[in-house]
């Protein structure tokens, strides 16, 4: 069974606290059949939200009953808001066929009341009274409609949006622990290398292996802190950029491949995606460099224009062995075309291999 919403429950207490209260304000008669009528209409409200055409028939069967027994509906005013209460309810909850259906059910509902009411001759009705009334009912219906429809396309959109946010963040995720684990990898055959021959230096790759291991988590704890709904204390970290891009090589250096770096062109400001992408791209090249390629030295450029940023990345390794990164290629590309920008890889008759992408400044609007 759903849960009563708090609204609901103030609305369904306040209605019924109206009407009963209009039994005897009003004189309505006969009590013995206004009371119980009322009671079970409040209760009704109880469940507007969930069950809003549901709640639609028990009121306009309730009104069908109170003019059969002889009891005005002129009098009762506390009723008629609350028709026009679920009137509301069905439009803003119900999708577009339901609240067709819904309102139609009601507006008909209302005017076979009306005719009940009048055959009895307990009220009186003009002609013009019949549309009027039909409008009055339906208004809060097509109204809730519009209102509905806006808020559910903005749902979808704010839906859609935080799901590209997660694949975005799920993407950073295996980059950082992609990087991370390889030189960490890397660091500890070094160290393991040195054991025998030189303890006293095997201390260094050690350590370097704690670094980036505490490095790697705390990106790890931004980046699930940000999946975290409701948690404003996480993922508040600054994004890594361009800016960063020296500490990441130094970092490539010590798990001992040698990295040098060129920057063309006067550094621009990036937009902040873009900024991210160029430093993932450039950090996901150095880890299929440590990873696959069996190269001694990597050369990154990172090359200003006045429409967008080049990175390339090339080692000398065997060549084919870099692009075996799978997902990690895969990834930059997406990066890159995301933003409208391109992404290549070649294997140089010399040797090597190189991943040249082209990032525009400005994310497309």
């Not at 549901?54 to 509906?73: F, H, P, R, T």
């Not at 670094?211 to 204390?233: N, P, S």
């Not at 960063?244 to 621009?268: F, M």
């Not at 967008?308 to 290629?329: F, T």
Request: aromatic content about 4%; hydrophobic content about 50%; glycine content about 10%.
């Amino acid at each position: 069974m759903q849960k009563v919403r708090p609204l609901d429950a103030a609305i369904a207490v306040a209605l019924t606290a109206w009407m009963l209260v209009e039994v005897w304000a009003e004189h309505l008669q006969p009590a013995w059949v206004g009371v119980p009528l009322f009671l079970v209409s409040g209760a009704a409200l109880l469940w507007r939200s969930t069950r809003p055409i549901l709640v639609g028939l028990v009121l306009v069967a309730a009104s069908i009953v109170q003019a059969a027994s002889g009891m005005s509906m002129h009098s009762a005013v506390a009723p008629v808001v609350a028709i026009l209460v679920v009137s509301w309810s069905i439009g803003t909850q119900e999708g577009q066929r339901r609240a067709v259906l819904g309102l139609t059910i009601l507006v008909c509902g209302v005017w076979v009341a009306m005719g009940v009411d009048t055959l009895r001759g307990t009220d009186h009705y003009e002609g013009t009274d019949v549309p009027w009334i039909g409008a009055l009912v339906l208004a809060p219906g097509i109204i809730g409609l519009v209102f509905g429809s806006r808020a559910l396309r903005f749902e979808l959109h704010q839906r859609a949006a935080a799901a590209e946010e997660r694949a975005r963040i799920a993407r950073e995720l295996h980059d950082v622990i992609a990087h991370s684990v390889a030189v960490m990898t890397v660091q500890a055959g070094a160290a393991e290398t040195m054991l025998g021959s030189d303890p006293v230096r095997a201390v260094e790759p050690v350590r370097a292996v704690q670094e980036t291991g505490r490095q790697a988590l705390a990106e790890m704890k931004r980046l699930v802190g940000m999946l975290r709904e409701g948690d404003d204390e996480l993922g508040l970290a600054p994004r890594p950029g361009l800016a960063q891009i020296d500490a990441l090589l130094a970092q490539v250096r010590e798990a001992g491949l040698e990295v040098d770096l060129e920057v063309a062109g006067a550094a621009r400001a990036l937009a902040p995606g873009v900024e991210l992408s160029a430093y993932r791209i450039v950090q996901e090249a150095l880890t299929n460099a440590l990873k696959h390629a069996g190269c001694e030295h990597v050369h990154v450029c990172i090359r200003y224009t006045d429409r967008d940023v080049q990175l390339e990345v090339a080692d000398d390794g065997r060549g084919a062995g870099g692009a075996s990164g799978g997902h990690g290629l895969i990834g930059m590309r997406e990066r890159a075309t995301v933003f409208g920008g391109s992404l290549e890889t070649s294997s140089p008759s010399s040797g090597g291999f190189v991943i040249r992408a082209r990032l525009p400044l400005e994310e497309p609007a």
